[in-house]
């Protein structure tokens, strides 16, 4: 019946009668063929394969921008900020900038890399209903996201404030945590210190923010420096102290024009306590400059009997009646 009725009325859909042509293909090259697997592909994910096409070159074009974008942001930040810096005239000021233009360097690569990534998930159509979705519920993602990155934030935000109120910048030497060393870097998430002996301390943002850090490179590089030395109560006190004056004057690091102090500190168990101070010019020849004066002083005093002494007991021994 349905077979009469195409063929009188030809122009009739062959969904109405029931004859509609079967889609499976019939032999394994069917099988193969691009149009059955485009087909395929597109009934699965329910979209057109050149669509999906145009948005993942899309997706890769923005990307590679991004990263082209951010490389030459950071290179050209890396030109030109320090040339603005010396044309203040001052070395200090160089100085001084360089942890703002470090920050402020980072912070803008990592607004490329966000506004990047960002254009490139929008592409995507079907990302535009969850963008909704998390919009709508941003303020509970915020909070999640602000207790799970709580530690990370604070090294960013601590990193910002650094920048802006210099308590230590770039090329400044410090102690921290017992270390000497010299603050070489500072990123959004940590600083990283030199010490003296080449070791690079990485730490946290946040930790550097709130702990105790001696800054030896603020306003004058100038350090006083102290060598504590002992002698004998049988040793002449001004004797060991002209001796020492004379060997801090010999030594070419000491400054001659500032005060150098030789004072009796403590009458301890065994020693009479004397501490020397001096000037030096900078923090990193201070702790060489003192072990060399305590050495020569040493020597002087073997050499002119004065007695550094060390520690000793008296052992009574008494006879039992």
Not at 174 to 190: A, K, M, N
Not at 192 to 221: A, F, H, Q
Request: charged share 20%.
């Amino acid at each position: 019946m349905a077979a009469d009725i195409l063929v009188k009325n030809p122009s009739l859909p062959s969904q109405l009668t029931g004859q509609a042509e079967s889609t499976l293909p019939s032999t394994v090259s069917d099988y193969l063929s691009w149009r059955y697997i485009q087909r395929s592909l597109e009934e699965a994910i329910g979209t057109n394969l050149w669509d999906i096409m145009k948005i993942a070159i899309s997706i890769v074009l923005i990307l590679l921008i991004t990263i082209y974008l951010a490389r030459l942001v950071d290179s050209m930040l890396k030109r030109h900020l320090p040339k603005i810096s010396r044309a203040g005239g001052a070395e200090v000021v160089e100085v001084v900038d360089e942890t703002f233009h470090t920050i402020t360097r980072r912070l803008l690569v990592a607004f490329v890399y966000t506004v990047g990534i960002l254009t490139a998930i929008l592409q995507v159509p079907q990302l535009h209903s969850l963008a909704t979705a998390m919009l709508a519920g941003a303020g509970l993602a915020t909070v999640a996201i602000g207790l799970a990155a709580q530690e990370s934030l604070s090294n960013i935000i601590s990193g910002i404030f650094i920048a802006i109120f210099k308590p230590i910048r770039i090329g400044d030497y410090v102690d921290f945590d017992g270390q000497y060393g010299q603050i070489e870097d500072l990123t959004l998430r940590h600083t990283v210190v030199c010490t003296w002996d080449l070791k690079r301390i990485i730490v946290p943002n946040s930790v550097m923010g709130r702990e105790n850090i001696v800054n030896w490179s603020i306003n004058d590089p100038e350090v006083i420096w102290p060598v504590d030395i002992g002698i004998a109560y049988t040793a002449d006190i001004d004797k060991a102290r002209s001796i020492i004056l004379r060997e801090a004057m010999n030594h070419p690091y000491v400054m001659k024009d500032e005060e150098i102090n030789i004072r009796v500190t403590e009458l301890g168990d065994f020693a009479v306590n004397l501490r020397l101070t001096f000037h030096v010019p900078h923090r990193d020849d201070a702790f060489s400059t003192g072990c060399e004066i305590r050495e020569a002083v040493k020597k002087s005093f073997d050499a002119e009997g004065i007695e550094i002494p060390y520690p000793y007991h008296n052992v009574i021994l008494q006879k039992a009646s």
